[in-house]
């Protein structure tokens, strides 16, 4: 079953969230019981490791903040979809040596990910296949970012234009190397562009679901029209992969976060 997020963060309506706030600033003790407490067990979470590991230190030298999130985060322990790595650009080749040492040190019993920005991980030569290599040898998932329907997109509007600064232009490579690929759909406002990008999405998808469970997390420049996506791409995916159930019904508000 794919795991999906709408990027309407209301737990009666998604079965798995991306928690982007935890990049960041760690969340209050009060706020992460909250959490628990709005949703079941069969609900998924999916955090960043926060912006002080994964950007300030770079991986480094950061045991202590390292123990702090899993320790703040563990009332949610059982609900983990997976803890992911977004790395900078400046995060480069010569840099593996730390994430693998990160990686080797990171608690067993969950799911790790990682996304990377750096242009030689898309270039298809000896960078990229040993970051491919060693996230396989880990059982850790490569993150895949699509920002191609945002970056096509006409800015228009003041929500596309921010997007276009802040998302990453990247390749898309759609690599499994663990069991939970997730892909990170960063639609725009055109739902018919939106709709024509992501069918290369419902073959891939109904081709991983044999062997995976993936994550989808669709993603709008403006939050109150990811009901709209969902909408546009939801039929389409359903044929393709029948196991995500019928469309939800989704509120405007988010109350979860």
Known sequence: MIKISKLVNNARHVNCVEG????????RPEI?????EQTTDDFRFCFKFPATISHNAALRNCDDLTHEFFTRMSPLANRIGQYWLQLPATFGPRDLPALWQFLDALPRGFTYGVEVR???FFAKG???KALNRGLHERSVNRVILDSRPVHSAIPHSEAVVD??????KVPVHAIVTAQNPMVRFIGSDNMLQNEE???????TLAKWEHTTTPYLFLHTPDIA????????LWQALQQAV???????????QSSLF
């Not at 982007?20 to 969340?27: M, V």
């Not at 992460?32 to 628990?36: D, M, Q, S």
Request: proline letters at 16%; a negative charge.
């Open 197 to 203: 990008m992501f069918a290369v999405w419902l073959q």
């Open 242 to 252: 029948p196991s995500v159930g019928p469309a939800p019904s989704i509120p405007q």
């Open 225 to 232: 029209q990811a009901p709209e996506l969902v909408d546009a």
């Open 126 to 128: 000896d960078a990229e």
């Open 163 to 168: 997007a276009q600064r802040k998302k990453p």
């Open 20 to 27: 982007n706030t935890t990049l960041y600033a760690l969340p």
């Open 118 to 120: 750096h242009p030689e």
């Open 32 to 36: 992460v019981e909250r959490w628990r």
